[in-house]
């Protein structure tokens, strides 16, 4: 096994000699973070590492050592609440193989806010890296070596502080209006604050069309007999596993409707949006017999969902309801 002083000379030789990798030889860019945020929410950013090199990379301390994360930290200098000055957060990836591929790509991912931040402005890096080892692994064949830590070009966000009914969210709930702990409280007492958003994902929502096609659910959904099967359903404000208290399905289709369109109308760009808001808000439309709404809110997934997958699903009920004749061809 080499001695530290005799791998610090092979590292000077490699360089001498060309082999070992710089930092230039991959690329890192933040490409979408949200330019301002509200405290308490989370900020999601994402970045894209990339083999620029031309070549193969053998990472010097194997796959357990390589990185990829955000460090994030005040403009001003000042620590962080409930964090350290610099944090990470993101993937950190063991890689088996351990060397990157000439047209290696990697999508970094992650949210950068700890709690309860304080409001400002905040600076945002995006990072790879490969830590040096006492005892390094055998080394992958690539055409080089590398080690090191690469940073993207820093970009500020601005936390704010929390308006209105926002404000009223924020500081009744001890600063943390996300937590699951309250998620019946605030949807009943703020439903149109941004942080609602985070809670509806916990509502109860047995109304579901059993098909294999979209002609299949969209003809259930819009069916007038559809409710008719089932005119009561669980609570779906309700935490109970027996004995849940029962209401009116319709009544809970419109209740949802209102609430869901209400929201989006005030939060348009809330992140869960394209994941589940507007898919539960389109299928209540149907069931409400409002397929023109129905139709729009399927629209707007078609042109907006990035799955791919989910906006294509989006286009074929939007065929369906064409051809059952719910919406002008």
């Not at 991912?109 to 890096?125: H, T, Y």
Request: charged share 25%; with cysteine.
């Amino acid at each position: 096994m080499l001695s530290k002083t005799s791998r610090y000379v092979l590292t000077l030789l490699l360089l001498s000699l060309g082999v070992l990798a710089s930092a230039g030889d991959i690329d890192v860019k933040i490409v979408d973070y949200p330019r301002e945020a509200i405290k308490g929410i989370p900020v999601e950013v994402s970045a894209v590492a990339t083999n620029v090199s031309g070549k193969s990379l053998a990472l010097a301390c194997g796959g357990a050592s390589f990185k990829l994360g955000f460090n994030i930290r005040r403009a001003d200098g000042k620590p962080r609440n409930m964090c350290p000055y610099e944090s990470t957060a993101g993937n950190h990836l063991n890689l088996e193989p351990i060397v990157l591929a000439r047209d290696w790509k990697q999508t970094i991912g992650g949210e950068v806010n700890c709690g309860d931040e304080a409001s400002g402005e905040m600076i945002l890096e995006a990072f790879v890296s490969v830590k040096s080892c006492a005892n390094p692994p055998t080394v992958g064949h690539g055409d080089k070596t590398w080690e090191g830590e690469v940073k993207s070009k820093p970009v500020r966000l601005v936390i704010a502080e929390p308006q209105g009914v926002d404000k009223e969210a924020y500081e009744a709930y001890k600063h943390s209006p996300i937590s699951r702990d309250h998620w019946q409280d605030i949807l009943r007492r703020f439903p149109t604050s941004v942080y609602a958003g985070y809670h509806f994902k916990y509502l109860h929502w047995n109304l579901r069309a059993q098909g294999s096609s979209a002609d299949e659910v969209v003809a259930q959904l819009s069916s007038p007999d559809f409710l008719k099967r089932f005119p009561e359903i669980e609570d779906p404000y309700s935490d109970a596993t027996a004995n849940v208290p029962m209401v009116s399905a319709r009544q809970a289709v419109k209740d949802r409707i209102k609430l869901f369109s209400d929201y989006l109308r005030l939060h348009p760009d809330f992140p869960g949006r394209a994941e589940y808001l507007e898919w539960w808000l389109a299928e209540a439309y149907l069931m409400d017999g409002r397929y023109q709404e129905a139709f729009e809110s399927f629209s707007w997934l078609a042109k907006n969902d990035p799955d791919k997958r989910r906006s294509a699903v989006a286009s074929e009920y939007m065929s369906a309801m064409k051809r059952k004749g719910l919406v002008a061809p």
